[in-house]
């Protein structure tokens, strides 16, 4: 059957330069054609209705066009959302979300269960099919207990905090995600994962989307945020760094605050396996697109040397 032509609301100007744009995306497809690439979701790009229907038909894109999209989603807002209707408290301790048994059963109710299947559908409703998983399906996520240390500011004492199951990956098994990803499937990925000793751990999105992305070589890792990528000290936006560059820029305190652990994270994603990893503003249309799409890319990429 054929579909009916619709009279064009553009002019010929307007269809021109949707055909050039197209042709200048020509070589960017045939670059990472077979290529699988991660993408952190989480942030504006996931609260936001609109800017997750564009997330959902973009990387339903990616997969049409012949590229392997794996997906690994964060959903702190919802698991607060969760916790205060079950009133159960939450405890903070620098910052950090300390998780005890009943939390964790919410955290992997929320993460694993609606928010997961939530994101499976926004990208399976616009063409390709996604299928939502955690990081305990298959053994894919080995994690243990987080160890975190801070220092007293007056005595200087190093003391060890405690978070209960808030995990980090030491083991990434990709076998999950081939096996989706060859069958013409989205791996959609819940940053849960399970410890030797038994218990489920609640892992940072971030972190678990940078372990799976250098455990499958990913060609490229998509982190989205809330900022258009690193900024120099006079908040210029840097276009590009090596994984040492972004090293020295930690320590020289031009990268600081949150972007931080992001930027580790991008370190070491490229240091497991990942060819290359952008910082991108999720709060922007079409982001990822323009990242993997255009010459000038649309974030800061973090390469290994």
């Known amino acids: 059957m054929t579909e009916p032509r619709v009279p064009s609301s553009h002019s010929h100007h307007d269809a021109a330069q949707e055909a050039a744009i197209l042709a200048g995306a020509l070589p960017y497809l045939r670059r990472y054609a077979g290529d699988t690439i991660v993408v952190k979701y989480g942030g504006h790009a996931m609260g936001n209705a609109d800017l997750a229907k564009t997330f959902g038909r973009d990387i339903a894109l990616l997969k049409l066009v012949g590229i392997n999209p794996v997906v690994v989603h964060g959903g702190g807002p919802q698991i607060n959302q969760m916790l205060k209707r079950l009133e159960i408290p939450s405890t903070f301790v620098d910052g950090l979300r300390v998780t005890d048994a009943n939390m964790v059963d919410v955290i992997e109710m929320v993460l694993a269960g609606s928010v997961n299947k939530e994101v499976a559908e926004l ?13 305990k399906d298959g053994k894919m996520i080995t994690a243990r207990k987080l160890q975190r240390t801070v220092r007293d500011t007056e005595s200087q004492i190093e003391r060890v905090l405690d978070l209960g199951f808030v995990g980090e990956p030491v083991k990434v098994d990709p076998r999950v995600i081939y096996a989706l990803s060859g069958s013409g499937l989205i791996p959609v990925i819940a940053p849960v994962g399970f410890g030797e000793d038994g218990a489920t751990y609640n892992i940072n999105a971030d972190t678990a989307a940078g372990a799976v992305a250098g455990a499958v070589h990913a060609t490229r890792l998509l982190m989205l945020t809330d900022v258009p ?61 323009l990242e993997l799409f255009t010459a000038s890319g649309s974030g800061t990429m973090i390469r290994a040397e």
């Open 123 to 135: 990208i399976s409703r616009e063409g390709a099919l996604a299928v939502g998983i955690s990081g």
């Open 229 to 289: 990528g690193v900024l120099d000290a006079d908040g210029k936006l840097i276009p590009e760094l090596t994984a040492a560059q972004a090293m020295q820029a930690i320590e020289d305190g031009v990268i600081t605050g949150g972007m931080i652990p992001k930027v580790e994270t991008c370190i070491q994603a490229v240091q497991a396996g990942a060819r290359a990893a952008v910082i991108i503003d999720g709060r922007m249309p079409h982001a990822c697109l």
